[in-house]
RNA sequence: GGGGCUGUAGCUCAGUGGAUAGAGCAGCCGCCUUCUAAGCGGCCGGUCGUGCGUUCGAUCCGCACCAGCCCCGCCA
């Protein structure tokens, strides 16, 4: 069954087409701007020229043509000049849109776009034995949204959490273990330890190389190291990639630290995978990967013994080192392969910071070459990085990264002393359960209300903002509309069933309701364009305009009882429809705040 | 040198071929004896980076240029 809107715009396209004046053809209907009173618009200009007619004069002919029907959504209908405007018929909506969020509920804005069809969504990744910063987030955070939007539009979705728990600087992780010992501490300290090691190893390597250049620059003879500390890290290195049970376990044990610090960013975030193959996953099919690559000429063996590719005038690159090493290159195309085979999706999206861009590019134009393929549509997301608010790069070398469960910690912190000001009566269990919302909400919502692509800042002021565009005003909305409808209930009265919907006819229950249909469109626009903040607009705009409806219609005070029922369906509506948008961004609803 | 992203109000952003380019923040002014003022209304604020082109019509599409950020084989 469609949704209001898209029947509305069926039924538009059919009056005009029944007029007999307009070839099928010719009918291109746009929503119109905000200040034009008027909910679908035919611009007349091109079946004008094509009919040999003035604009005005096909739009005005056709507005006194159009035959009046009862039975559409379809109201008003005017010539404006060129256009020909179509508005909905405002009792009509009311019973169709707030009929159908009851019917619907939590499923209100889903479709059976992709019923039958899989996606994968390769997402989060964070790297073993580091701490997740706010580089991670923004991934974690954007494709955890995505998996969200793409099952509401009625795909399979498998989330998978591409964890960075191989390659060369495991060797190095694992050279440090031995050389300073296990980390003794536990959780996110222990991790803390592990970047410590790896930054001191790194720094004495650094130290060892610079000897040896020294030497090198005066013609000496090159100085001995015991331990020679790039020797150290490769051997781990190889090690590791040969299976060595000794390194294995360090590994293993790194990665098993490692992921349970993580678990708990991603329970407060709401964040849930379906598989976390790590890039370890698939070291058994690298041989076979590189053999094919080379077999179907996508790839060639260099002169220096590496295999390298040079495809679609991209910049060479190289999918095996001149040591038999592979790279992350190879473990992305085996994951690309394993991917189809496991999951035979019809996508795989990677949500991956926009400095990664050439290296997909590189990934699709060699899986594609190598044959791999060929009815899979492969997608790059690429977002900006996370800047301070002056602008500057968070960076560890900078000494100004910003770890995620602090980072956590303190917007909840902030958002606690708000609830403490705003609403001290609340228990004290429910003051931290709203804090916990409203920060984490302020958190999650700073990465996706705008496009993925810009940069973001870390912006206290604006993130934890009480008002305007914020996470804050929408949990505010909802709650407000909760506490209507609690209200309502304690007082008993007429309950939202006896509504007569028809009375929703004041200008401002009017535009709610017009926007609260929107939803089901804004869902499928957020994942035609892969945009969270779609989504984050529309449940911007519903409570903007629940806002003036606030102001303007009193609901428990709404007389006769018949209005009064009307308007407490309109908001219980309001609040399912704002929820639903929420949690497609992973943003808590609390029912009071 | 090649390539990518971004450029819209003082700041942060929407606007992906149509009508008078919209929000929030900041600034100024109003509105709480009435459902949560974490709210609502008003004022102020824009050569849509620049120039050509395509089109009946361009912030939007094409080309060139300017500015900022990022990427360009043995890291991920």
Redo the contacts with the bound molecule.
Sequence with gaps: MDYALTRFTDEVRQAIAATGRVPAALI?L?T?????P?DL?F?T??AA?ALGLP?PQLAADLAAAIPRNETTLIGAVEA????L?FSMHPQRLASTVVSEIQARGAAYGHHADGQGRRVVVDYS?P?IARRMHVGHIRSTIIGQTLVNIFRALGYQVIGDNHL?D????FGTVIAAIQRYGRPAAEGEAAMAQLEQLYARYNHELQAQTEQKEQAIVTGQPLPVFDPDLEAEARRWSLALEQGDPQARAIWQWCVDLTLAAAQRNYDRLGIVFDHAYG?SFYEAMLPEVIAEALHSEAAYR?V???V?AELD?L????I????G?????T?DIATVKFRLRAFDPAKIIYVVD??????F?QLFAIVRAMGYARDVELVHI?F??VTTPD?Q?LSTRKGNMVYLESLLDEAVAR?RA??EQ??PELAEAEKAA?AEA?GVGAVIYNDL???P?????LDW??ML??????A??L???H??C???L??ASEDGGVGPEAASLLLLTHPSETRLLKHLARLPEAVR?AGD?Y?P??IA?WC?TT??E?????????????DPPALRAA?LALVAATARALKNGLGLLGIAA????
């Design positions: 291109e746009t119109p701007k905000a200040n034009i008027a618009a611009p200009f091109r020229k604009p404006s000049g060129p256009f405007n990744a790297n960075g191989w390659g060369t600087q890039e260099d220096d013994g590496s390298v005038k910049p060479r690159f190289i095996q080192r001149n040591d090493g592979t790279v992350y290159m473990r926009g400095r990664q861009e050439l290296h590019r690429p900006g990085i602008g790069p958002a708000v609830v705003k609403n709203v409203v209300y705008q496009d692509r810009r940069n973001i800042s002021e604006r903002a009480t008002e305007g565009n914020s804050t005003y949990q505010y909305s709650a407000r909760c506490s209507i609690r209200r626009e364009r945009a903040f779609v607009e911007y409570a903007r629940f806002g003036v409806f606030f102001e303007q219609c009193p609901v428990l005070k709404a308007r609390p029912e009071r705040m």
